[in-house]
């Protein structure tokens, strides 16, 4: 049989490894080894990873070294950072981690997914994300067609004038980085429209590396992203915008007020200078969230589980107050319980204002629960 000698040409693989710049890779990723051989002495496994890219073998051995310093040029990660994240996640959850970058770096089909899950690591190193978005965002990433970056980056530039396929819209709804149209005479895309979300927002601003958006000064993923609504009685969403910008604008919003009561709601945890009520908890709903999520969300760690209460239209301010109480006795320096009928005599002292009124509405529904009419264990 003659010689093939177009075959023979790539027998040996050896021969053509500089082609694929392997020394340069090698190169690139020793700063990174002591970091790996950290996160090694808690899971062994990574000591072969650090043999196959070390001395690479194989185009797979190759592939696999190319994503893996994607991975680990985007997450800068080193020594302390190593460190950070054991102390932070504790060793379980760190092995859990790893274990999942590293499944999901050798499945990757895509060099830019490996870079992508190396900026969420570093998101999470730098408390920007939590555990639990650090995997739902490496789902995301691992599923993703990462050429739909650009729409994703058009999606979230805050002009609303994106259109989207029905296959495409699916898609990014079903990985949740955008949701069902929520604005009232608007449509923004086929099938119905769709809303932008503060998981989506964040998604986008990481990968991508915080992009400016059409509002200048305000790049894609950079804090909370909160809804605006009409300042008429209708009170109808009317867009989606960062929370500095909307309070800047002076934009109609929701926000959300967590006041403590005592297990028989006889008393409500007060400031003690002035008397009233004091909002232990606030925040803003994201985008995304309704006002009992964002109430949950915003009493963190706390053991209280809260209850929807009233929703008031603040008249001096564009915001909408949605009130939760929760049952709780803990108390931080410069706050009392007071029982209620003395709360009210002080509001009785105090000037008319928006705000004592609202204090006034507040009050109003805690007697409505120590009276018996309504119940917590009722409220959902």
Known sequence: ??????????VDLGVDLDQWGVEQAVE?????V??????SKDLPWVKSIIAILTLPR???????????NEFLYNSDIDQSKVEKLKKKLGKKRNGRLWERIVLSINNHDDKLKSAAVGKLAKAL????ISYDEFFDMVHITNNLNMNTLGILKAIYSLDGLVSLQSGRHYDFMGMGLIGNNRVAGMSWGGTGGYSINQFGWKYVGIVLDHPESSIRGYPIGNGVLVDTYTSDDAWQLQGTYPIQYILNQELPHDEVDIFMISDTASSILCDQTTGL????ESGFIEAGEDSRLAATRIAGESSMVVKVMLTRRMEDAPVRKNMFVGVGNEQKPG???????DILATLHENEKTDETR??????????RVESGELKLADIH
């Not at 009520?277 to 232990?280: E, N, R, S, T």
């Open 335 to 341: 706050t009392i319980f007071r029982p209620l009928r």
């Open 34 to 39: 002591p970091a790996l051989e950290d996160v």
């Open 277 to 280: 009520p004091l909002a232990v």
């Open 125 to 128: 190193i730098n408390d920007l």
């Open 1 to 10: 049989m003659a010689r093939n000698d177009n075959l023979n040409r790539y």
């Open 358 to 367: 609202y204090i006034v509405e507040v009050v109003t529904q805690v007697k």
């Open 58 to 68: 194989t185009l797979q051995d190759i592939a696999f070294g190319v994503k893996v």
């Open 28 to 32: 690139q990723f020793k700063p990174f």
